[in-house]
């Protein structure tokens, strides 16, 4: 015996537990390294720092046990280094345990304390000073590692259970992300087939409106004309829904052109009244617009003007008798609307998944967020037929619509107010519905930002992404639009 070590002399087997000990190595470095190759992420990992340590631990005995023995100093003293390398692959294999979870720690801690436990509750059975202490710590002891053994299969339950709801989610994080995929995907395919659709069909409302007109042509069989009416009527709606359907995958793709300008909406209400005046008159329906001011917003008339003209023309529709249809303009503050679009949202959450895309946006949130202290609140209050309760929350859906689908009242695409939702948030607003119940009537109210806030308007939306392409809302012919 040494200062530094032991000696030892190689005995008869020597060399074939090294050749055991040689090839078992050889087979987990082999196996090590084919799982490492196929596996991904963390389990990569995990087997990465396995790795490292048994390399480390293989190199060190193979200097301190072959090359120094056996090659230089014929003597085996030096061999217990090889030995200590064993730490390093401890180390490797606890990093991995800790950083990368290749073991889980909350079971080995648990084994351990009950372990411990246990063999305490085991060594104090035999110091027992009597036969009837003996007796009693034997049967406490019972039920210690009765319940040690329920308590670590409860552990190993729980990590299990987690394990599982950790691989759900990311399987579940994958299908959300492969049905966006989808979903780009069915959008980029509705523009194309919508842009390609709509110019024939606007093609044919046209001829079939010449044919109708008796200055162009003259149909005298009463039957033939009320087929080509028909046929003409079912042309301006498929046109307004391919118009429609065009405009949503421009509005979610993020590509509607939107061309802000100071706008006086009392001015644009007016012009909006006077050129539907005719459908108005026809349902016996008067509108009231009166207003001293000239509230005044910054925004794009356009796209204002179609969400003006499209709650208007709801009103009428859905006004069996004569009646009255008010527009208000008044200036409220943004913490109403807040509070007021908050209590929204909450009532729709709690209401079925479906029910919930009537607050899912498609709309960037530098168009979407609110500006300034203050909004101009618009308001189209009608007599008409009303509208459910649990109708309220689902009117702002894609393709929904209240009622009876066969009804001519409900003939219609049941994209206008999805769209005017969208059209509205792309200016700082909200938009809602309120009705007292069916036959009392209805009001549709959204807000807009007021001139003052313009500069922040500007600086908010300065910071929206890009893009290309902008197109402006898509339109069918003046003869197809379907009021």
């Known amino acids: 015996m040494e200062d530094y070590g032991a000696n030892f002399k190689q005995g008869i087997l020597f060399n074939i537990f090294t050749t055991y000990d040689s090839l078992l190595v050889v087979y987990c470095i082999v196996t090590l390294t084919i799982k490492y190759r196929k596996f991904i992420g963390e389990e990569k990992r995990q087997i990465k720092y396995i790795l490292y340590g048994i390399g480390i631990f293989l190199i060190m005995n193979a200097i301190f046990n072959w090359i120094v023995p056996i090659v230089l100093t014929k003597s085996f003293v030096y061999g217990r280094f090889g030995t200590y390398s064993a730490i390093l692959l401890v180390g490797f294999i606890a990093y991995a345990i800790l950083k990368t979870k290749l073991f889980n720690l909350k079971i080995i801690l648990t084994e351990s304390a009950v372990v411990i436990i246990d063999v305490i509750l085991a060594v104090q059975i035999f110091t027992s000073h009597s036969a009837m202490e003996s007796l009693l710590r034997a049967l406490f002891a019972v039920f210690v590692f009765y319940g040690s053994y329920i308590l670590v299969q409860s552990v190993r339950r729980e990590i299990k259970f987690r394990e599982e709801l950790q691989v759900m989610a990311q399987q579940l994080a994958h299908a959300n992300s492969h049905l966006r995929e989808l979903d780009q995907m069915k959008t980029e395919f509705v523009s194309l087939a919508s842009h390609e659709l709509l110019t024939p069909v606007s093609a044919i409302e046209g001829y079939l409106s010449m044919l109708l007109d008796e200055h162009m042509a003259k149909i005298e069989d009463p039957k033939a004309q009320k087929y080509l009416t028909n046929v003409y009527?079912?042309?301006?709606?498929?046109?307004?829904?391919?118009?429609?359907?065009?405009?949503?995958?421009?509005?979610?793709?993020?590509?509607?052109?939107?061309?802000?300008?100071?706008?006086?909406?009392?001015?644009?209400?007016?012009?909006?009244?006077?050129?539907?005046?005719?459908?108005?008159?026809?349902?016996?329906?008067?509108?009231?617009?009166?207003?001293?001011?000239?509230?005044?917003?910054?925004?794009?008339?356009?796209?204002?003007?179609?969400?003006?003209?499209?709650?208007?023309?709801?009103?009428?529709?859905?006004?069996?008798?004569?009646?009255?249809?008010?527009?208000?303009?008044?200036?409220?503050?943004?913490?109403?609307?807040?509070?007021?679009?908050?209590?929204?949202?909450?009532?729709?959450?709690q209401r079925p998944l479906d029910d919930q895309e009537a607050i899912h946006s498609a709309v960037d949130e530098h168009f979407r967020n609110f500006v300034g202290n203050q909004q101009l609140m618009i308001s189209v209050k009608d007599e008409g037929i009303g509208i459910p309760k649990e109708e309220l929350p689902r009117l702002f859906k894609k393709f929904h619509r209240v009622g009876d689908y066969t009804t001519a009242e409900s003939q219609g695409t049941g994209l206008g107010l999805y769209i005017s939702r969208a059209l509205v948030e792309l200016h700082h607003g909200r938009i809602w519905a309120g009705s007292e119940g069916p036959g009392k009537g209805s009001t549709f109210t959204f807000t807009l930002p007021d001139i003052s806030d313009k500069e922040a308007l500007l600086k908010m939306e300065a910071q929206a992404p890009k893009k290309e392409s902008l197109k402006p809302l898509a339109r069918p012919t003046k003869a197809a639009e379907d009021i």
């Open 233 to 349: 009527n079912s042309a301006k709606r498929l046109a307004r829904l391919i118009a429609d359907m065009l405009n949503i995958s421009r509005i979610e793709e993020g590509r509607l052109l939107v061309e802000k300008k100071d706008i006086d909406l009392s001015e644009l209400i007016k012009q909006v009244v006077d050129e539907i005046k005719f459908k108005s008159d026809e349902k016996k329906q008067k509108i009231v617009f009166e207003t001293p001011d000239s509230w005044k917003s910054y925004g794009d008339p356009d796209k204002v003007k179609e969400v003006i003209i499209n709650l208007i023309g709801n009103s009428i529709k859905y006004s069996k008798d004569p009646g009255t249809i008010n527009i208000s303009i008044e200036k409220i503050p943004t913490e109403w609307v807040k509070e007021k679009w908050q209590k929204i949202e909450e009532d729709i959450k």
